[in-house]
């Protein structure tokens, strides 16, 4: 990576806000690989997403007043999670996954002390609907009551006479994913995945009857 950036000349004047593209992108490709793809993609966008760490960490090197390089970044993360796992490094006890949770929250809590509201530090670029389910995961503590399921999805019809009318309905059915401990965002991904397989399908059996009157 220094290589990369002491000697390519378009890799010189990237700076941070030009790699955020290229970072939603792998990322998504990422997600394309551990739910659709094979052990070699998997592999390939792990490292298409750790060259850009590496990347950023590069830039963040030449910063003049205040930089810092990958092993800053590596030490950053290796001290936080030594925080975060006190029932791994400090002998504390926990022994179901509900109690890990306890242990990471209070830790993120006491590293977080100057945030005001539940809803802090939940990135307003987050896809829509992962957006809307991390703020009800976040917001339920303190506003339980309105956050109640919404009925059944076949149940709400398409009833909606407005836009904001069909962001209520589509905001009800992530609060009755996040109910039944499913993920709103893999679910449509999911739902999409196959509508274009059967987009496709219909696409290749066209082709087919086309094939065959031309026959």
């Not at 592999?43 to 950023?56: I, T």
Request: net charge negative; with cysteine.
């Amino acid at each position: 990576m220094r290589a990369v950036r002491e000697r390519c000349v378009w890799s010189q004047r990237i700076t941070h806000d030009d790699l955020v593209p290229y970072l939603v992108e792998e990322s998504a490709e990422l997600i394309d690989a551990v739910e659709a793809g094979t052990r070699t993609d998997l592999r390939e966008e792990l490292g298409d997403l750790l060259w850009q760490v590496l990347f950023h960490a590069a830039v963040a090197a030449q910063h003049p007043d205040d930089p810092f390089d990958i092993d800053d970044v590596a030490r950053t993360v290796t001290e936080k999670m030594v925080r975060r796992h006190p029932h791994v490094f400090a002998g504390v006890v926990a022994a179901t996954p509900d109690e890990v949770l306890v242990h990471w929250n209070a830790a993120k809590a006491a590293e977080k002390r100057e945030r005001r509201s539940v809803l802090d530090g939940v990135s307003a670029h987050m896809p829509a609907l992962a957006h809307a389910q991390k703020l009800l995961d976040r917001a339920a503590p303190v506003l339980p009551a309105p956050l109640r399921p919404a009925p059944e999805p076949r149940a709400l019809g398409v009833r909606a006479a407005s836009e904001e009318e069909l962001g209520e309905q589509l905001l009800g059915l992530v609060a009755l994913a996040r109910e039944r401990g499913w993920d709103a965002e893999r679910a449509l991904r999911g739902a999409i995945r196959r509508l274009e397989a059967e987009v496709r399908a219909a696409e290749a059996a066209a082709g087919d009857v086309a094939r065959d009157l031309e026959e």
